[in-house]
């Protein structure tokens, strides 16, 4: 005659599953964004929150659209990294920004919720995220009859809005370049020169060590080097001031509803992907040779204190550049996230930009 398992072993069998029903459950829920609402807590009727995906160039990606009024202006996000996408805090920061603009945040190809496990190298040349970049500009104006929008590059996304729109003038109505990639070589020196100054002025034997061993770049091992400078860059206050964005992708990865667990672990591995395949194709950007000219309006919102790419590289750049017109405004309290770390003054910029350019 068989004997029946022990109740404590079953028990233990019934709360081992429901842990892991619950582990999934919390991998792949399914993701969304709240809906827009007035002081009441009523919808507003014409605003618009959305959470999906497209196809770009084949590739299927995910897009944030979110404002309060679907008649507002078209205002495209191109997130820095590459591979650090924003999609998961955007709404943190940009809630002012919703009333004036049609907010669209977009994780590009290979990044955060569109990174795909058989993406190559190959699917992440710059030139098709330029097309993507293009294409979803396309839709963007068909799906809310507009004839252009506004789009805004933060750091890597400084690069990739700055190819798009040298090759498309003629759907933008202006760019703004935060954190602006000028050159990457003498934005990399600069940024050397800066960290080892400091650490020498701090006595900081570490960081003395360590920059010293790896030299003025150019780099003999780029990925393991520059990310040494980074983290110097980063402590001594040349990429946030006041926020902590990494925390706050965590945050939002674990909490907001736009992420779901699984789309944290693509995430992570798209970081590292990205910056591998595209990193190396923009180690010799230098738009001072390659766009001296624009054909839009051309705004650069620079943080005083941005090490990551040197404002005053930007600041060079922005002088000789010619342009319908041009501005370059100073970020006084921030570093390499204006936008966040200063978030009410940079909807008030956009606000400005809107009304010159409309």
Known sequence: MMMKKPIYKRKRYVISLLLLLLLIVFLFFPTWTPAIKDAQGNKLPNSIATLEEISLGGVQQSLLIR??????????????????????????????????????NWDQRGSGKSYHWNLTDDDLQVDKLVQDTHELTVYLTERFHQSKIFIVGHSWGSTLGSLTVQRYPESYYAYIGIGQVASSPLGELRSYEFVLREARRLNNAKAIKE????????????????????KWVSAFGGSERSINTYKDLIRGVLLAPEYSWY???????????????????????????????????VYFFMGKYD????????????????????????????????????????SEWMVKIKEENL
């Open 263 to 297: 789309d944290g672990v693509k995430m992570a591995v798209g970081n590292s992907f990205s910056a591998n395949a595209i990193m190396p194709q923009t180690e010799n950007t230098n738009l001072f040779e390659s766009a001296p000219e624009w054909k839009v309006p």
């Open 211 to 230: 920059l010293e061993a790896i030299g003025t770049p150019p780099y003999r091992n780029p990925r393991k080097d520059t990310t040494i400078e980074r």
């Open 67 to 104: 404002g309060n009024d679907r008649n507002n202006p078209i205002l495209l996000f191109l997130h820095g990294g590459p591979g650090y996408p924003q999609i998961a805090y955007a709404r943190k920061y940009q809630q002012q920004l919703e009333k004036d603009f049609i907010v669209v």
């Open 307 to 346: 090490y990551m790419t040197p404002s005053e590289v930007a600041f060079d750049y922005y002088e000789q550049l010619k342009a319908p017109s041009k501005r370059f405004i100073w970020f006084e309290h921030s570093a390499h996230f204006p936008h966040f770390e200063e978030a009410d003054l940079f």
